[in-house]
């Protein structure tokens, strides 16, 4: 009988360990704010600087950033401050003023000039 209970506690830890594995190819979706294509570049390389970011894309028109990302090298929150250090605001993270005042003229996506700029092309 004993040996029964422990094979059972045994088994009943393995899954309770193999439920909370993280998943290597997570797929993420985060809004980051930019206006253009040198935006595109910059918010992409940032995410695939991080490790483990596999694949990112970031849409021009709905400022949606597609990541797949292998969780346990990383997490969203790191993903969101390496965009923010380049400049760009995500939801959870805004960019520092050092970081956004570094950006190109024509990538100031907090002003409302340039947003309309963009949006003429």
């Known amino acids: 009988m004993r040996k029964i209970a422990?094979?059972?506690v045994i088994l009943l830890i393995s899954v309770s360990v193999s439920a909370q594995k993280k998943n290597k190819n997570a797929k993420v979706s985060l809004d980051v704010d930019g206006v253009c294509m040198m935006c595109k570049g910059r918010i992409e390389k940032a995410a695939l600087n991080c490790k483990g970011v596999k694949y990112a894309q970031w849409n021009v028109n709905t400022h949606e950033l597609k990541l797949i990302v292998d969780e346990r090298k990383t997490d969203v929150k790191t993903i969101q401050q390496s965009i923010a250090n380049v400049g760009h605001d995500t939801k959870?993270?805004?960019a520092p003023i050092a970081a956004y005042n570094d950006l190109h003229g024509c990538c100031k996506y907090r002003s409302e000039e340039i947003k309309?700029?963009?949006k003429k092309e």
Request: cysteine-free; hydrophobic content about 55%.
């Open 6 to 8: 422990v094979v059972l």
């Open 92 to 94: 959870a993270v805004k």
């Open 116 to 118: 309309e700029d963009h």
